[in-house]
């Protein structure tokens, strides 16, 4: 099914391809998809050459303290990076103006899965184009870090 979206905030309007699906008791729509990979070695570099800087510019305190806390931080904060990078991409929007590394938000619950809190301007566009769901999966061996986001909305 295809529908006409009108994204006010990016002021264009593009048709969207919407699949509907039962969770549960009530529908969902999945307004987007995004992927990404990184090099953890990459991370591992900003990290040894600008720490303070880089995590205090990309991640929030909460992701600082779980990342940090765990053996072989590097690959824990490539996977976050990478959860950020996807979740841009299932809004559609990439990094526009508006919108700061820490408007996306990687925590966990207690079991361990990860979950994707919104802020500022990446919340505004998720309420502009009726996402108030984003699942994400996120992996990561020694050499790289890959997530995947999708982003849906209920459907009544």
């Known amino acids: 099914m295809f529908v006409l979206a009108k994204n006010k905030l990016l002021g264009d309007t593009r048709f969207t391809e919407c699949y509907e699906f039962n969770k549960g008791h009530f529908k969902m729509r999945v307004i987007g998809i995004g992927t990404d990979i990184i090099?953890?070695?990459?991370?591992?570099?900003?990290?040894l050459r600008h720490r303070d800087n880089f995590v205090r510019m990309v991640f929030t305190d909460l992701e600082n303290q779980y990342c940090s806390s765990r053996k072989n931080s590097?690959?824990?904060?490539?996977?976050?990076?990478?959860?950020?990078?996807?979740?841009?991409?299932a809004l559609g929007t990439g990094w526009i103006s508006g919108i700061a590394w820490t408007d996306v938000e990687v925590v966990n619950q207690s079991g361990g899965k990860p979950i994707i809190n919104l802020h500022n301007g990446a919340n505004k566009i998720a309420n502009n184009l009726g996402i108030n769901e984003i699942q994400i999966s996120i992996t990561h061996?020694?050499?790289?870090?890959?997530a995947f986001a999708i982003a849906l909305c209920s459907c009544e």
Do not use: D, P
């Not at 061996?141 to 890959?146: D, K, L, R, S, W």
């Open 39 to 47: 090099e953890c070695e990459r991370i591992s570099r900003m990290l």
């Open 74 to 89: 590097n690959q824990h904060y490539a996977g976050r990076w990478a959860a950020k990078e996807a979740v841009l991409k």
């Open 141 to 146: 061996c020694e050499a790289y870090a890959v």
